[in-house]
């Protein structure tokens, strides 16, 4: 068995607004879009590459200490939460605010050296935007 593609699928009651922030705020290219009977609509947004992280409570609780601060995660059995890489964490962390995201916390330096924003994404999911700093990079003021 060999897995081709990953889709995450977010619910959300304001599909409009969830689709304008991933859309234009993030930059996420409309792949395909359909609509059905009773308002039925789903956009398929591409991005070039994922991963799937699997973390344990005490990991999601370090990570929201390390980005937050505090803890940030909403609690439930199964709690998601996107990540995407980035050039510059500072400019889109600012770019999705001003496309209707809340930020959570500003560009934080973490211990595995990455700069890493959390933000609560039009539709009501947690969304980190991460800078992969490299071993000798330090983040600019």
Same mark, same amino acid.
């Given at each position: 068995m060999t897995v081709s593609q990953l889709r995450v699928v977010v619910e959300t009651d304001d599909f409009d607004g969830a689709l304008r922030?991933? +859309?234009d705020a993030l930059g996420l290219p409309v792949e395909a879009s359909y609509e =059905? /009977? =009773?308002d039925?609509?789903?956009a398929i947004l591409s991005i070039p590459a994922a991963t799937l992280e699997i973390a344990n409570s005490a990991q999601v609780r370090m990570i929201d200490e390390v980005e937050v601060g505090r803890p940030a995660s909403r609690p439930s059995t199964l709690? *998601? +939460?996107v990540a995407f890489q980035v050039d510059d964490a500072a400019a889109v962390? !600012?770019?999705l /605010? /001003? =496309?209707g995201a809340v *930020? *959570? $916390? $500003?560009?934080t330096l973490t211990p595995w050296n $990455?700069? !890493?924003s959390r933000l609560e994404a039009p539709g009501g999911m947690q969304i980190t935007a991460f800078q992969e700093l490299g071993p000798d990079s330090s983040p600019a003021g």
């Open positions: 922030f991933y +859309r =059905g /009977e =009773g039925a609509r789903v709690s *998601v +939460r962390t !600012n770019r /605010e /001003e =496309g *930020v *959570v $916390s $500003s560009p $990455s700069l !890493n």
